[in-house]
C-alpha cells in the first residue's frame, strides 16, 4: 500500500543532543513537508522541498535542518540550537503541481527531558 | 508564511446537530483541501476541491469551494461522537516556493 510512514511514533532525548527524525513516502510524490504542532495549535511550517537535493526554509527554521538526498526520504534533525524542541512533528507529501492533494504521515512526537 | 483564516476556533454541539465551519483568505487558490485530526495522529483528507464554486459530499460532510476561490465551507449533518477531533482547511496557491497553506483548525466536541 502507498503511504507516507513516520517514525518512530514517540522519541524521547535529553536536552542538548541533535536528534532525526525520519520521513518515507512511496507514493512517488515531489514535495515534502515538515510541520510542528504544539498542544491546541496549528501547523507551522519548519522546512519544505519541492524536488530532490533542493529544500527551503519554512518559517519556523532556526533549530532544525533537513536533507533531500532521495525522493522518498525527507529526514529532519532538531538540533541543539532549538530552544524548545519538544513538540508533535508532522511530516507531508504531495505531487507538484497547481491542483494537488497533500497527505500526512502519524505524527512523531518528540519529548526532549 | 499565509495562514487562512478559519472559524469558528472551537465548538461544543450535541450528538445530532450538524456543523458549518468555513475558512476564508486574502489569496486566490487552485485547490481546497479539508482534513481532520485526531489527537496524537496525523490528520486525514477528508475532501478535495478543484473548481471554484465545486460541492463535494463524502457521507455526511459536504464541502464547497467558493466561487470567488478565497474562501471555501465544510459542513457535517447529524454529528456523532467519532466526530469530535480538529478540523483544518488548506489552500493550494499558485506555482510558487510554496503554495501549501493551512488554516488554524477548528476544535470540535460533539456531546452524546
Known amino acids: 500500500d502507498g503511504g507516507i510512514t513516520q517514525s518512530p511514533k514517540y522519541l524521547f532525548r535529553k536536552e542538548g543532543q541533535n536528534v532525526t527524525l525520519s520521513c518515507e513516502q512511496n507514493l512517488n510524490h515531489d514535495a515534502m513537508y515538515w510541520y510542528r504542532q504544539d498542544p491546541g495549535q496549528g501547523l507551522r511550517l519548519i522546512y519544505y522541498s519541492q524536488i530532490v537535493n533542493d529544500f527551503q526554509k519554512g518559517d519556523i527554521a532556526e533549530g532544525y535542518s533537513v536533507s533531500r538526498e532521495k525522493k522518498e526520504s525527507f529526514p529532519l534533525t532538531v538540533t541543539s540550537a532549538q530552544k524548545n524542541p519538544t513538540a508533535f512533528y508532522l511530516c507531508a507529501s504531495s505531487y507538484r503541481s497547481l491542483t494537488t492533494e497533500a497527505f500526512f504521515g502519524q505524527g512523531t512526537r518528540l519529548t526532549v527531558v | 508564511g499565509q495562514q487562512l483564516n478559519q472559524s469558528p476556533q472551537s465548538m461544543f454541539i450535541q450528538e445530532g446537530e450538524d456543523v458549518s465551519m468555513n475558512c476564508t483568505s486574502s489569496?486566490?487558490?487552485?485547490?481546497w483541501l479539508w482534513y481532520k485530526q485526531d489527537p496524537g495522529e496525523g490528520p486525514v483528507l477528508l475532501i478535495a476541491l478543484y473548481k471554484a464554486g465545486e460541492l463535494t459530499s463524502n457521507g455526511r460532510l459536504t464541502a464547497q469551494f467558493g466561487i470567488t476561490r478565497k474562501d471555501s465551507f465544510l459542513n457535517i449533518s447529524a454529528s456523532i461522537p467519532s466526530d469530535v477531533g480538529i478540523y483544518f482547511c488548506?489552500?493550494?496557491?499558485?506555482?510558487?516556493?510554496?503554495?501549501?497553506?493551512f488554516g488554524t483548525g477548528t476544535r470540535l466536541t460533539v456531546i452524546p
Open positions: 489569496s486566490i487558490f487552485n485547490t
Open positions: 488548506a489552500g493550494q496557491g499558485p506555482a510558487g516556493a510554496n503554495n501549501l497553506f
